[in-house]
């Protein structure tokens, strides 16, 4: 079993928009594959509150406070062999998405596949870019990818 976790941005942008961009993608993922040999994770996968706005910090739901956001990203890209990152949507820099690229960076088996890189957008930086194995422009192009290396 391969697990795959997809990162992006989502500070400042409608958290159930968020959610339905994480399930097109992981739906993408998943029917490449056959569900017995993949399992997709993202920042949604735990669900989100309706109606809240992405922010930098200061939620206060029981599940869903700083910490334990933190906390279920960085569990959840340990136990992944890749961390997509679809820099796509970046209307700002993102802190979050930097960290599950970096904790994807940090483990020697695992490797970031980032799609949607643009030169002089909010997410380039040498850090998001160290980070990176491997730049694609679409989910099209890892998936194609992913079908030769899983």
């Given at each position: 079993?391969?697990?795959?976790?997809?990162?992006?941005?989502?500070?400042?942008l409608?958290?159930?928009?968020?959610?339905?961009?994480?399930?097109?993608?992981?739906?993408?993922?998943?029917?490449?594959?056959?569900?017995?040999?993949?399992?997709?994770?993202?920042?949604?996968?735990?669900?989100?509150?309706?109606?809240?706005?992405?922010?930098?910090?200061?939620?206060?739901?029981?599940?869903?406070?700083?910490?334990?956001?933190?906390?279920?990203?960085?569990?959840?890209?340990?136990?992944s062999?890749?961390?997509?990152?679809?820099l796509?949507?970046?209307?700002?820099?993102?802190?979050?998405?930097?960290?599950?690229?970096?904790?994807?960076?940090?483990?020697?088996?695992?490797?970031?596949?980032?799609?949607?890189?643009?030169?002089?957008?909010?997410?380039?930086?040498?850090?998001?870019?160290?980070?990176?194995?491997?730049?694609?422009?679409?989910?099209?192009?890892?998936?194609?990818?992913?079908?030769?290396?899983?």
């Amino acid at each position: 079993m391969t697990t795959i976790y997809v990162a992006g941005p989502v500070s400042g942008l409608n958290l159930l928009e968020s959610k339905k961009h994480f399930e097109r993608i992981t739906d993408k993922i998943l029917d490449a594959f056959d569900p017995e040999e993949v399992t997709v994770l993202s920042p949604m996968s735990d669900g989100v509150p309706s109606g809240v706005i992405a922010q930098p910090a200061g939620y206060t739901q029981n599940v869903f406070t700083d910490r334990a956001i933190t906390a279920r990203c960085r569990a959840m890209v340990a136990k992944s062999s890749f961390v997509i990152a679809d820099l796509s949507r970046a209307k700002s820099p993102s802190m979050g998405t930097a960290c599950e690229m970096a904790w994807g960076y940090d483990d020697p088996s695992c490797m970031v596949l980032t799609i949607g890189r643009v030169a002089g957008g909010p997410m380039d930086h040498a850090f998001t870019n160290t980070f990176t194995d491997i730049f694609f422009d679409d989910i099209e192009g890892v998936i194609e990818f992913l079908l030769y290396n899983i």
